[in-house]
């Protein structure tokens, strides 16, 4: 064979494999099989309707980026917070990981990679808990429960030991992530249900072992790495007077010493009978009277009014529980509504009913169907209600013809290019196909010849 035909040839697998690496021949089946399969719903976006008054948020994992859930995600909400994999467990794999300085930061810099591509504030949950936290983070350095230890001078070194872990840990976080968090939970849980060790703090190995030192150093500590930050003190039930109170003198106390504390986090886990709307507005106004942020960062409101109703499956709930559940999610939005100068963000605790940590709890066996989305990831009647509008009714045609000006005009323009794409996808097969042509025909003119 002569150079040039060699040379030809080359040539045409040269451009075969470079046409054949484009991206564009390369969509996978999966991804456009959802494409076609699931288009979020044509209702007005929950960021859009709250837009004048906070971010709207969402607790999710990594897979939630993906399909149906990512979708919704994209479409609903501007705020994200990891609902595990930001904890310390998460972060820390081993004890020799962490002397080593080795942390693993993979799930966590997908959601915090998702959330600058797509324009969403990140809320960091949580860097101090006394839950989902190493337990050898809390044994000297024998391997012994550090609460255990009557020698007073042994006990000063242990809180020593295990201050200075949790320096090193919030160190390694805040670093990395500095400058990309709307809100830190530096700290979660760390009232108790009751009196707890008389002043209402949880008796954690934390506070056993350091006093308050724990809260006090964690949030200096996150100021100083990142001073632009907003630092937030998490709890559930702070609407119950008593829990709300021993908060509240908690946070007088530590702004006291010069504790930079600037919001607190309402986890807002209810139900539909449980607690009155006016006792979680009051508690909001209680925590704005300091100058203090509130952010409501676990929403969810189960339809169950106690433990001994049971439905197991989404088939069995009855259509007046989500009726029930419309007004009360009505009710409680409107309340954010009223108090929004003091709320910045509303973060539900799950996109849509499919997934929750709620189905099996508290009761083993049931499910429960928390939010404003279905397992189908469908509006319910609880949408409509906080969105203010009925459904198919003249305003909610009214806030989709609105909401679709917008989208069609999004929609013109990936269809441009989309043809842009196809033009091009003509041209490179044309010029395939006669270069072929013209290949073929030379071969053979040789071979005559
Ligand atoms: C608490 C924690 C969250 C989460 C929920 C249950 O509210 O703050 O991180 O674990 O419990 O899912």
Redesign the pocket.
């Known amino acids: 064979m002569s150079k040039r035909i060699c040379l030809f040839i080359l040539l045409f697998f040269l451009i075969n494999v470079i046409i054949t690496s484009d991206p564009i021949f390369h969509v996978s089946a999966d991804e456009n099989e959802n494409a076609e399969e699931f288009q979020p719903e044509n209702i007005a976006p929950l960021r859009d309707l709250f837009a004048d008054y906070f971010y709207i948020g969402a607790?999710v994992e990594p897979q939630h980026l993906l399909h149906e859930f990512g979708q919704m995600l994209e479409y609903h909400y501007n705020m994200i917070v990891a609902?595990?994999v930001m904890?310390p467990e998460a972060i820390v794999r081993s004890k020799e990981d962490f002397e080593n300085g080795n942390f693993n930061w993979t799930s966590a810099d997908i959601l915090f990679d998702y959330a600058e591509k797509h324009g969403m504030k990140m809320r960091y949950?949580?860097l101090i808990?006394h839950?989902?936290t190493p337990n050898w983070f809390f044994l000297d350095e024998d391997g012994n429960e550090m609460i255990d230890e009557t020698d007073p001078e042994k006990q000063k070194a242990n809180k020593e030991l295990l201050l200075e872990r949790m320096r090193k840990y919030i160190t390694a976080v805040v670093e990395r992530y500095k400058g990309r968090v709307e809100a830190w939970?530096v700290v979660?849980?760390v009232m108790a249900d009751d009196e707890g060790n008389g002043d209402g703090l949880r008796e954690s190995k934390w506070l056993q072992i350091t006093g308050t030192d724990f809260i006090e150093e964690a949030f200096k500590l996150v100021r100083e790495l990142d001073p632009d930050a907003k630092l937030v003190i998490?709890d559930?039930n702070t609407h119950i007077p008593s829990k709300r109170d021993y908060l509240y003198n908690l946070i007088v106390d530590l702004q006291e010493k010069g504790t930079p504390i600037d919001g607190v986090g309402h986890?807002t886990?209810i139900s539909i009978s449980y607690p009155s709307i006016r006792e979680i507005g009051e508690s909001i106004e209680k925590f704005a009277s300091l100058g203090l942020d509130n952010e409501i960062?676990?929403l969810d409101l189960s339809i169950y009014r106690n433990d001994s109703e049971v439905y197991h499956t989404f088939d069995e709930i009855p259509e007046f529980k989500y009726e029930r559940q419309a007004r009360k999610y009505e009710e409680l939005f409107n309340e954010f509504k009223r108090l929004h100068e003091h709320i910045s963000s509303v973060v539900f605790?799950g996109i849509a009913d499919i997934h929750t940590?709620k189905h099996n709890?508290p009761v083993e066996g049931r499910k429960d169907a928390p939010f404003v989305f279905d397992e189908n990831f469908k509006a319910k009647p609880a949408y409509y209600a906080i969105a203010g509008i009925e459904p198919n009714s003249e305003e909610d045609h009214a806030k989709n013809e609105e909401h679709n000006i917008a989208h069609d005009t999004d929609q013109e323009v990936n269809e441009e290019s989309e043809n842009i794409i196809d033009v091009y996808l003509w041209v490179v097969l044309t010029a395939l196909i006669i270069l072929t042509g013209a290949i073929i025909i030379f071969i053979v003119r040789r071979r005559k010849k």
């Open positions: 607790a609902e595990n904890k949950h949580t808990w839950n989902q939970d979660n849980e998490n559930y986890q886990h960062t676990e605790w940590w709890f």
